[in-house]
């Protein structure tokens, strides 16, 4: 991990200057920065932070509001198919992180730096994202809790192989998509499906759970599936309170390889808006892959031959999930670099540049940052829209401590890089 003093401005590109007298050398396509993609990553992490609001338990006691009911069900997974805008937030990432991918190769190109130590960058950075989601995620556990179904891990088990995509032709990445989307499926598909009157709750689901999965989609049904069995032998390999059978959840560790697709897409889709076509038509390139994404994934879907479940990754939720942050991107580039309305875009620039920092402090001071406002400010005035409402309060209020607090990092010019 790094703490750097970085330039603010988004845009400034970097460039050689030969010294005056010095032959002339051809100039190294620059770097650019997209602003769009620091405010989409901004903008998804301050959704992503807005959890410790509890705004979902808040709307579920006003059952009487429509409004209410919709706020419980969007901001919040759902139960196991289907989505919700809640579900968007880590592809979102995970799509992004491909986005930055050829940014960043293409910066440290222009600094000369060798394949070996773009290489070792990469597997340092890989190992550290998967350590640090394994820190977060055994906070206030007797032990370390070693699992690798956060976007931290998922994103570090998958980075190494994203890096060394990012140096091929975009057909190879496309290719390497598709056989990491097929193989998913296949894994599963062939994994056998568990004998008829399996007791599924000696796996943590109910037999009368209203989501399971019948048929041919039984295969991707809630911890009876082939990724769960791979984590029954997997995660019991490390040392536990207690053997693991299930997670309550339905997550994976193996969420990883179709994971890794969707980045392939941000990859993809990176090259293209660092590729020399017009913006209109980079634009016209987003909006159509993020359109054909959404339909094929749908269509999978519909026509039964993979279902959309975000907890396990299918690979018809990659390919979904992958259209619907392609459109998101082309929305923002649409408005911030090519419109240039950007006026609006700071409190979530602030957030987007420092990313890493505010995902840690959500996890380690979130607690904290709710007691001292209770010591210092009283139940009284976080009280004060009504007791049922608290937890929005002191929720918010932490957010904007951490806000402020990135935003003295910012004006400082210091950053936080893996």
């Known amino acids: 991990m790094e703490l750097t003093q970085a330039p603010v401005a988004p845009l400034q590109s970097s460039r050689r200057v030969a010294p005056a007298g010095a032959p002339a050398t051809p100039a190294l396509e620059p770097a650019r920065r997209l602003a769009s993609l620091d405010v989409f990553r901004g903008l998804t992490m301050l959704f992503m932070a807005s959890e410790i609001m509890r705004i979902p338990t808040v709307a579920k006691q006003f059952a009487e509001s429509r409004i209410a009911q919709r706020l419980a069900v969007g901001l919040d997974h759902v139960p196991w198919t289907g989505f919700v805008p809640w579900d968007l937030i880590q592809p979102s990432f995970m799509f992004m992180v491909g986005v930055a991918l050829p940014f960043s190769v293409a910066s440290r190109r222009a600094r000369d730096e060798p394949f ?37 891990t998922q994103i570090g088990l998958g980075y190494v192989f994203l890096f060394l995509l990012a140096h091929a032709r975009p ?77 309550r959840g339905g997550y994976t560790t193996l969420n990883f390889v179709p994971s890794l697709a969707t980045m392939i897409f941000g990859l993809l889709a990176g090259g293209l808006l660092r590729g020399p076509a017009s913006d209109r038509e980079k634009l016209r390139a987003l909006l159509g892959y993020g359109a054909a994404g959404i339909a094929l ?102 957010l904007l401590i ?16 893996i």
């Open 116 to 152: 070996a130590a773009q290489l070792g960058h990469a597997i340092r950075r890989a190992l550290i994202l998967v350590l640090l989601g394994i820190f977060l995620r055994s906070q206030g556990r007797p032990q370390t809790y070693f699992t690798f179904e956060d976007v931290l």
């Open 402 to 417: 951490f806000w402020l607090m990135l935003y003295w990092m910012y004006r400082r010019k210091i950053f936080i890089r």
């Open 171 to 247: 057909r190879t990445q496309w290719a390497a998509a598709g056989v990491v989307l097929v193989g998913t499926w296949l894994a599963f598909v062939l994994y056998p499906l568990p004998p008829v009157g399996f007791d599924t709750a000696l796996v943590g689901v109910p037999v009368d759970w209203p989501h399971h999965l019948y048929g041919f989609a039984a295969h991707w049904d809630k911890n009876t599936n082939f990724a769960n069995r791979a984590d029954q032998w997997f995660l019991n390999l490390f040392p536990r309170e207690h053997p693991f059978v299930f997670n």
């Open 297 to 398: 994934g749908a269509a999978l879907h519909l026509a039964g031959i993979c279902p959309l479940v975000k907890r396990i990754w299918t690979p018809s939720w990659a390919i979904f999930s992958a259209g619907c942050a392609a459109l998101f991107l082309a929305l923002f580039y649409w408005i911030i670099d090519m419109r240039g309305w950007r006026r609006w875009t700071f409190p979530f620039l602030v957030v987007g540049m420092n990313s890493i920092a505010m995902y840690v402090l959500v996890h380690i001071g979130e607690d904290y940052a709710a007691e001292a406002l209770h010591t210092h400010l009283g139940k009284g005035a976080l009280q004060g829209f009504g007791a049922a409402y608290e937890p929005i309060v002191v929720g918010g209020a932490s």
